[in-house]
């Protein structure tokens, strides 16, 4: 009904915008005449920070954009929707074929602080620099977002070299994997995502440093014996950092360091507070509107803690805004130094585009609307 003509090598982006409530008829529609991805973006300025465990939140006005491989009728699109889902901001364009692969690589830049040099494995660093390589898309973290950056920055101030290190919420696994490039003597990355799992061991891997970096699942760690680290990393979100406080200094050895990210500037009072009891807090770093927070831990910890798994697991789904996932191994007890890392013999199928891109062609026909229920 929305297209006229043969497929071409052109590529065809439907763009319109609607209200929550009738967003999944709108999409419905689209897939229905032949939508090979459907992308959901913030119309407005409502951004959702921190979702509720298992929470999927949709903006209050939705901008669709949909991606056709044959000419798509504007018009059209509104005379299918009679009576229903008022939308708006209807537009099409087309867009040439390229080289995706390419045009992909072309918006992944390497970063550089301080002597730290974190790129893909395409680019060529400059000498002398301490070089991670991190595969596009495996997982959340790029090291773009101002939360990650901030640890980044306190960990090549500060290399942690010869100290172990615990990486709570691990995601791409970019902080462990760094942590162990600046010499960590071993670094525990835990996380409830498989893909984030899979993702950090494979970047390990990839970096030289599978036998110092342990992804283990937040719940395989509730029947671990896990030892106090000298420096704790937590790149969550201000309500976990909050109800994890006991956990996290319990985590951190006397005289260890603690640096927590994840915070909005008008939250970092409430997140300290939490955390003085045992340490010295101070905001560290600041950007775009995101803080980092850094302590010492004052107090006498035990000389080793049970993980709490359950109070681990509940707080990384808010962090991350991930579905428990279960456990489908089980791992022996065993302390940081040698604790099993689960299988990798899969490695995940993602596309290295993000949503916000220009778009793309999709990889198979059977991936149409996949793209609705993902995370920004």
Request: charged share 25%; net charge negative.
């Amino acid at each position: 009904m929305f297209h006229a003509g043969t497929e071409g090598r052109a590529w065809f982006e439907l763009t319109l915008e609607c209200g929550r409530a009738g967003l999944d008829t709108v999409c419905e529609h689209l897939e229905t005449a032949g939508a090979m991805t459907v992308t959901l973006e913030d119309a407005g300025d409502d951004p959702q920070i921190e979702p509720g465990p298992g929470a999927t939140p949709l903006w209050p006005h939705v901008r669709v954009r949909a991606l056709y491989g044959h000419p798509i009728d504007a018009e059209a699109v509104r005379l299918v929707l009679p009576g229903g889902p008022v939308v708006t901001n209807v537009r099409v364009r087309e867009i040439a074929d390229r080289d995706w692969i390419a045009a992909s690589r072309e918006d992944v830049v390497p970063m550089e602080i301080g002597s730290l040099w974190i790129g893909p494995q395409w680019a060529i660093p400059p000498p002398n620099r301490t070089v991670v390589r991190l595969e596009p898309g495996l997982a959340f973290g790029s090291g773009r977002h101002p939360t990650t950056r901030l640890c980044l920055e306190r960990l090549a101030a500060a290399p942690p070299a010869g100290i172990d290190v615990i990486d709570y919420g691990c995601g791409s696994g970019i902080l462990a994997v760094t942590a162990a490039a600046l010499g960590a003597r071993q670094v525990l990355a835990l996380d409830i995502d498989p893909q984030a799992l899979r993702a950090t061991s494979e970047n390990a891997r990839s970096n030289g440093v599978a036998d110092r970096v342990s992804a283990i699942a937040a719940e395989a760690a509730e029947r671990m014996t896990v030892e106090p680290a000298s420096l704790v990393v937590a790149n969550i979100l201000a309500g976990p950092l909050v109800e994890l406080a006991p956990h996290l200094s319990a985590l951190t050895t006397p005289g260890g360091e603690l640096t927590l990210s994840g915070i909005l500037e008008a939250q970092a009072g409430e997140v300290a507070d939490a955390y003085r009891g045992a340490f010295d807090m101070q905001v560290a770093g600041e950007s775009e509107g995101w803080v980092r927070l850094d302590g010492r831990r004052r107090h006498r910890a035990r000389p080793a803690v049970r993980a709490a798994g359950r109070a681990l697991s509940r707080a990384l789904v808010i962090g991350h805004e991930y579905r428990r996932a279960p456990i489908s191994e089980e791992r022996d007890t065993s302390a940081i130094g040698i604790a099993r890392r689960p299988p990798n013999d899969e490695r995940t199928d993602t596309h290295p585009w993000s949503a916000n891109r220009e778009p793309r062609p999709p990889r198979r026909p059977s991936e149409r609307g996949r793209l609705r229920s993902g995370r920004r």
